[in-house]
């Protein structure tokens, strides 16, 4: 059975953290029955009163519902809270941040004891959930038939964005998304270190800020084409040599404001050392092409010229 206009499809939620709870809310407010289970007993309670059923424990909230979902802190308590339950049946949907290879092991763990698998990763905070424009939502992958047969349900909380078979992928585009911002996260506030006690105000800053790295987005789609057809000099403007000489102000600027260096000196690092390995092949370079330096081993073996 599947959502529509008139059906509410029943689930188990299993873990109320911040997470949790938000999503738990946020299906009882859409008019889905819920039946909630959660480690320390009190955090369910006050769901009670907006119409949740509490479970006695794991097991007795696992046979509840046939869609099963689960909001732990990692995955080996998703391993310790589903030991010994009778999964038979049942729809498994993993919400609990983890690895790809986790996604993976864990997918073959719950089909072995019957269930249909798919694991996922939020790319939300508690406080996008239920609020659509807020941009949330949600990848998910594994049992591509769970996926459509809950589509509806799982779009409640936030966005749901299917990416393959591969139970592995869900979790593998969060990290690199988070990755991503991880990075920039490093960049904007190195950038606010270096104007600190100059008269510059962070808040005359930030505009300028935000305005430079929209401006700095093309650099996605391109190195994408680039490492898609490792055409890595085609229309390149400011080179991997170029960059690399650039990163020597940089550094020295750090120096001069008695700021460290450690949040852009690793990317700084591979690019010289891109460069260092043969000047005249890889001068011309866009600098996506440092990244051949980050594989360490399979899977992929990605090379690139």
Same mark, same amino acid.
């Given at each position: 059975?599947?959502?529509?206009? *008139?059906?509410? %499809?029943p689930l188990t939620l299993l873990g109320l953290g911040d997470m949790g709870t938000a999503l738990a809310r946020t299906w009882l407010a859409a008019g889905h029955p819920l039946t909630v289970?959660?480690?320390?007993?009190?955090?369910?309670?006050?769901?009670?009163?907006?119409?949740?059923?509490?479970?006695?424990?794991?097991?007795?909230?696992?046979?509840?519902?046939?869609?099963?979902?689960?909001?732990?802190l990692d995955d080996a308590g998703v391993g310790s809270v589903l030991d010994g339950v009778d999964l038979t049946g049942k729809d498994l949907v993993n919400l609990t941040t983890g690895t790809?290879?986790e996604g993976r092991a864990r997918a073959a763990w719950a089909e072995a004891r019957g269930a249909r698998f798919v694991d996922a990763g939020i790319m939300a905070t508690p406080t996008m959930?239920? $609020?659509?424009?807020?941009?949330?939502?949600?990848?998910?992958?594994?049992?591509?038939?769970?996926?459509?047969?809950?589509?509806?349900?799982?779009? $409640?909380?936030?966005?749901?964005?299917?990416?393959? /078979?591969?139970? /592995?992928?869900?979790?593998? %585009?969060?990290?690199?998304?988070?990755?991503?911002?991880? /990075?920039?996260?490093?960049?904007?506030? %190195?950038?606010?270190?270096?104007?600190?006690?100059?008269?510059?105000?962070?808040?005359?800053?930030?505009?300028?800020?935000?305005?430079?790295?929209?401006?700095?987005?093309?650099?996605?789609?391109?190195?994408?084409?680039?490492?898609?057809?490792?055409?890595?000099?085609?229309?390149?403007?400011?080179?991997?040599?170029?960059?690399?000489?650039? /990163?020597?102000?940089?550094?020295? *600027?750090?120096?001069?404001?008695?700021?460290?260096?450690?949040?852009?000196?690793?990317?700084?690092?591979?690019?010289?050392?891109?460069?260092?390995?043969?000047?005249?092949?890889?001068?011309?370079?866009?600098?996506?092409?440092?990244?051949?330096?980050?594989? *360490?081993?399979?899977?992929?073996?990605?090379?690139?010229?």
């Open positions: 059975m599947t959502d529509n206009n *008139t059906t509410k %499809h289970w959660n480690r320390t007993a009190a955090k369910a309670a006050p769901l009670a009163a907006e119409g949740a059923l509490l479970a006695a424990d794991p097991a007795a909230a696992v046979a509840a519902n046939s869609l099963v979902v689960v909001c732990l790809p290879a959930i239920g $609020v659509p424009e807020a941009g949330g939502y949600v990848f998910y992958s594994g049992s591509r038939a769970l996926f459509d047969a809950h589509r509806a349900t799982l779009e $409640v909380p936030a966005g749901a964005r299917y990416v393959g /078979g591969d139970p /592995g992928h869900a979790a593998l %585009h969060d990290v690199a998304l988070l990755s991503a911002m991880y /990075g920039l996260f490093a960049g904007v506030s %190195h950038a606010y270190a270096l104007i600190e006690g100059e008269g510059i105000a962070p808040k005359d800053l930030a505009p300028l800020l935000s305005e430079w790295l929209g401006a700095m987005g093309f650099f996605v789609a391109d190195a994408a084409e680039r490492l898609t057809s490792k055409d890595l000099t085609t229309g390149v403007v400011s080179n991997l040599a170029m960059q690399v000489a650039a /990163g020597g102000t940089l550094l020295r *600027t750090a120096a001069e404001q008695g700021v460290g260096a450690e949040l852009i000196s690793p990317y700084l690092d591979l690019m010289r050392r891109r460069l260092d390995a043969d000047p005249a092949a890889h001068g011309g370079e866009d600098t996506i092409g440092a990244i051949a330096l980050l594989r *360490t081993g399979p899977p992929g073996g990605r090379k690139l010229p």
